[in-house]
DNA sequence: CACCATATGTCACTCACCGGCATATGCTGA
DNA sequence: TCAGCATATGCCGGTGAGTGACATATGGTG
């Protein structure tokens, strides 16, 4: 299991799941959302992610419901899910900060 | 395309020149610094990675030198590289306090 | 003299993500 | 009327950043 660091998507994902549970689709419309219309999750992306997700127990099946005769499943996040994303969260929380706090003391110019 | 999301590898070799020109081997250092050891940059990924920079135009060679018979390129971040960073470090802030952010309001009265 | 830190580089492989396709329903408008 | 879009789930081949192992070379330390 390679201890590869969360992408963009990934990240979006479980984090529109963050507050309430949702669908697939949903989840992808509320990534779009939350990205400001940048971040777009394929259908690809979506389901092999929530497949991948819920093998690692991040998430779980919340609810199983039959809308229009088709199955619709609903998925939260499980309590290590939610304990990751907060490890996630503040682990870029604080390269961002580094990357700005690094781009402003530039050696150069720097503030104004 | 090419408008994939940066990942942390990536983002933290940047952020390690984001102050002063390095060579490659002090990149990896570097890196490992920032991240509290807990990133270490692999040969593969770093030099992978700063080719990849170079034709993208986000660093550029800053110096080069030979020390004990060997030659040492020091590497600088563009403008465009600066910039790039500065980006991508706002778009992962953002991110991390959209995270922060639900994972506080968990699930209560939101949008269903 | 073995071993490690320093230092740069190659290469086969993996896997998350991409892009396109398939399928099915309900609504809206030309 | 039916073309087209939103809703909704899912598969599959391909791409490319990152991985892990290997190769090579020097200078210092036990």
Redesign the interface.
């Known amino acids: 299991m390679t201890d590869r ?1 969360m ?3 990934t ?2 994902l ?2 529109a799941l ?4 949702r669908h697939g689709y949903a989840i992808a419309r509320e990534v779009e959302s ?2 400001g219309g ?2 777009k999750l394929r259908t690809g992306t979506l389901y092999g992610a929530l497949e991948r997700l819920l093998q690692q127990g991040l998430i779980e099946v919340h609810k199983e419901e039959i809308v229009d005769s088709r199955l619709r499943r609903t998925y939260t996040l499980t309590a290590p899910g ?1 304990a990751a ?2 490890v ?6 604080a ?6 706090r ?2 402003g ?3 150069k110019a720097a503030t104004a």
């Open positions: 660091a992408q963009e998507p990240l979006l479980l984090t963050a507050d309430v549970p939350i990205s940048r971040v939610r994303l907060a996630e969260a503040e682990r870029i929380a390269t961002a900060r580094e990357a700005t690094r781009l003391i530039t050696g």
